[in-house]
């Protein structure tokens, strides 16, 4: 799901494609990306797209006349620029949105087509699609800590419920978390203050890097090839690879479609935490260390 650098990196690459433009014509694919009807998706053909925001993980697009389009692409909705009247070709397509000088296309892989459209009038309108996360950058210590205690829950989810943070999903929070070098499962009422201080700079800086990165590229070209797994991150999505911090071999934690990725090195004093798949396979034999997992794996 693109995340609070991946919305940023969109914004700074529609910024100069579409602000003080008319929106043309609206074209849906889909009947089921629009997730409202009123104000009416015709309502806002003609007008100029006056700003653009970030609302959590949604993109929301202001036009004249105080309207809002508000795109949420979920977990693989993803924005492309195409020429004027480009055609919505396959099932992956679900939307364009034509401006004159090129159509912002909306795209969803997969069958389970989860993004959303919203059609919102005012600053009220905005606020009801608002999860009401904290913005890390607009917080200090002590909010940031008051967000995440205010239920005792794991590091992980914490950082994850949009809630309680905005824009930080599965990709950042495990980045995030191996630069503070604290376990993704230590519960949020059981941290000292200093590693509340290294929670708190680990987060705006490991987002401020990617977040200039992100958008120095979209400057470069419009942001085709959006992803939660780059090289270059420590972490995330580096299972069995080396840390970059100390060469342990990267872990995860696998539920559902999702798994955390750390350095139990670096992250939990060495101690390998249990993944529900293979915890239940291995019962009392699970490793605990990572001296115990590679000799398993060498049976």
């Not at 972490?235 to 559902?256: E, L, N, S, T, W």
């Amino acid at each position: 799901m693109p995340e609070l650098p991946d919305i940023a990196a969109y914004i700074t690459a529609l910024e100069p494609r579409i602000v003080a433009q008319p929106l043309i014509r609206v074209r849906l694919a889909s009947p089921f990306l629009l997730r409202t009807a009123q104000p009416p998706i015709k309502s806002v053909e003609g007008r100029v797209v006056r700003e653009l925001r970030r609302v959590g993980k949604r993109i929301a697009i202001g036009v004249e006349g105080n309207l809002w389009l508000v795109l949420h692409l979920m977990i693989a909705g993803r924005l492309h620029w195409r020429l004027p009247g480009a055609k919505l070709a396959g099932r992956n397509s679900l939307a364009a949105f034509d401006f004159p000088n090129g159509s912002l296309v909306l795209t969803e892989a997969g069958t389970k087509h989860r993004a959303s459209l919203h059609v919102l009038t005012g600053e009220e309108g905005l606020r009801s699609i608002d999860p009401g996360g904290i913005d890390i950058f607009a917080s200090d210590l002590s909010s940031f800590r008051d967000a995440l205690t205010f239920e005792n829950r794991t590091l992980k989810r914490a950082l994850t419920d949009p809630r309680v943070v905005s824009g930080i999903g599965n990709a950042y929070s495990d980045e995030i978390l191996h630069a503070a070098q604290l376990s993704p499962i230590a519960l949020t009422r059981k941290l000292e203050a200093h590693e509340w201080e290294r929670l708190f700079a680990a987060a705006r800086n490991t987002l401020k890097v990617w977040i200039d990165r992100l958008r120095t590229e979209a400057e470069a070209g419009f942001p085709e090839k959006v992803t939660a797994f780059r090289k270059e991150m420590a972490v995330h999505g580096r299972y069995g690879q080396p840390c970059p911090k100390c060469g342990a071999k990267i872990q995860r934690i696998r539920y559902a479609d999702n798994e955390t990725n750390y350095c139990a090195r670096c992250q939990t004093g060495g101690k390998v935490l249990a993944d529900r798949a293979l915890s239940r396979l291995l019962g009392s034999d699970w490793p605990r260390t990572l001296e115990e997992l590679e000799v398993l794996k060498r049976r």
